[in-house]
């Protein structure tokens, strides 16, 4: 048993104090697995039972200036993070495929290991959607795509500020951040300008957007697969690819669900309609036609009677 416990504490030690990369590892929230499982631990509680139940019997809150400065902070955050990641990658000569990360405490590579530690407070800062959602009940908005989306980014996060802060995914996260400076400020727009929200085709677009985000994370990943002598460590596939995959298929039936199922259930009453319409209309025109020669034969009748019986009384004179 004692020597079961040594090699967990050794495993430990090396783990997590010893593969960490010395320019992270004593940042807030990095290396030290029991804070980030602490800190999910509590958003994923406070999210499906401390606040439901808190919200349960209360009206829902007002937070439309939060919103709009949470929003607004999120789209300045997004486009600091994606216009000087683009001029440190520029600057380091950035490669498609394998870039490796840069261990050294130069300038650029100190930078790029900032931002990756600003990306993934960011990630945690994301977790105050959901937060926001409870408060205001909006239920329906907690779905398992959301949650899982941000609870996964935590963690891939902090797995990479903790051990490979630059390199190869370093694009990803200068797309995301790009994407989602997009995204916070058509959410900043809704709050400030409601009447952004009857905008339908906005949201689709947004969606849109995500998925080809997705594919295009799917595929930098991908690269590396395929390539023997990358100098970035190509087992980090198996964890980015399986992730980003189920993320886009989770994605894309949200798309499916609410552009195109959705929109077909409305384009079928409407066609439905348009057919009953038009068959009232033929009816009404039958109708119509029917009551005319029923009208013709009628008065045709009466005339053909008052001949016969004159010819009768032709016939009896």
């Known amino acids: 048993m004692t020597e079961i416990i040594r090699k967990i504490c050794h495993g430990y030690i090396y783990l ?7 320019r992270t590892k004593s940042l807030f929230l990095v290396a030290k697995p029991y804070q980030g499982i602490i800190l999910l631990s509590l958003y994923l509680m406070f999210v499906f039972k401390w606040g439901p139940n808190w919200m349960k019997n209360r009206p829902p809150y007002n937070l439309q200036k939060i919103l709009m400065i949470y929003n607004a902070v999120q789209v300045l955050a997004c486009a600091f993070i994606f216009i000087v990641g683009i001029r440190v990658l520029r600057d380091q000569n950035y490669r498609w495929v394998c ?4 261990f050294s405490d130069n300038e650029d ?25 409870v408060l205001r009940k909006k239920v329906n908005q907690v779905t398992f ?16 500020t903790t051990y490979y802060p630059g390199g190869h995914p370093a694009l990803i996260g200068i797309i995301n951040c790009f994407v989602h400076a997009i995204m916070y400020t058509y959410y900043f727009l809704t709050v400030a300008v409601p009447s ?21 994370t799917i595929i930098h990943m991908s690269t590396i697969v395929f390539r023997p002598d990358c100098e970035f460590p190509r087992w980090t596939a198996a964890i980015f690819l ?6 886009l298929i989770l994605f894309m039936d949200f798309y499916i669900k609410s552009y195109i199922k959705k929109q077909t259930a409305l384009v079928k009453p409407r066609v439905l309609n348009e057919i009953c319409d038009k068959a009232r209309e033929t009816v009404e025109t039958v109708e119509d036609i029917d009551k005319l020669n029923n009208g013709t034969i009628f008065e045709t009748s009466i005339i053909n009677r008052k001949q016969a019986w004159r ?3 032709i016939a009896r004179t």
Not at 109 to 133: C, E, G, H, N, S
Request: hydrophobic share 50%; with cysteine; proline share 5%.
């Open 311 to 313: 010819s009768k009384g």
């Open 242 to 247: 399986p992730q980003n995959i189920f993320i």
């Open 109 to 133: 590579a100190v930078m790029i290991t900032r931002l990756f530690y600003f990306y993934y407070l960011l990630k945690i800062l994301d977790l105050t959607d959901t937060i926001f959602f």
């Open 16 to 22: 997590f104090e010893e593969l960490p990369d010395p």
């Open 196 to 216: 952004v929200k009857q905008v339908s085709s906005c949201k689709k677009y947004i969606t849109q957007l995500q998925i080809l985000q997705f594919l295009m």
């Open 145 to 160: 795509l959301h949650v899982y989306h941000h609870a996964g980014m935590v963690a891939l996060i902090w797995g990479t």
């Open 99 to 102: 870039q490796p990360v840069d």
